[in-house]
């Protein structure tokens, strides 16, 4: 089932569609879905190495997009839902400590988490609840994610034949450790967010 996936995104990096779907997983990733983009922007990139700068473009734009999204759920939606699973935890009286620390170090936050396949929308839900600087929060968005998907187009352009080779080959392998970093990212985000 995996390769037949990993097929049907190759063949469909060839489609005049394939930007828009990269740009909605980019997109839906910052705010609500569990995918990254990476799924998306790896095959297309080694379907179509003169793309990649491209597909970087369209995943870093999509994200910042979509992270502004979840800063708004996190920003608006804390009054009517926040506040209640915030004192149905008992830490509503930590509130303004988390606030006060994350204004403090939300910047590394949001560049460090932003740079790994943790789903960026833990940061743009958190920036928004803890009333993080919008503007702040978007160029560093811009940064983090700009310096994401530009390096990954970097490495597949120039490693591009030979990290098609070695993910073809082990296809299977390369997918568990790519799941085995989501799920050790999002381990260690529960204790630093």
Known sequence: MLRKLYDWIIAYSSKPSAPWALALVAF???SVFPVPPDVLQVPMTLAR???AWR???IATIASVLGGLVGYAIGALLYDSVGKFLI???GYGQKV???RAA??????WVILLKGLTPI????VTITSGFANYSLFWFIVLSVITRGARFFLL????HYFGPSAREFIEKRLGLVTLGLLAVVVLGLVAAAYFI
Do not use: I, V
């Open 153 to 156: 187009a970097a490495l597949l």
């Open 55 to 57: 597909y970087a473009l």
């Open 28 to 30: 839906a990733e910052s």
């Open 49 to 51: 190495p003169d793309k």
């Open 119 to 122: 789903p960026f929308k833990l």
């Open 87 to 89: 004192d149905l935890y």
């Open 102 to 107: 994350y204004a403090h170090y939300g910047h």
């Open 96 to 98: 303004d400590q988390f």
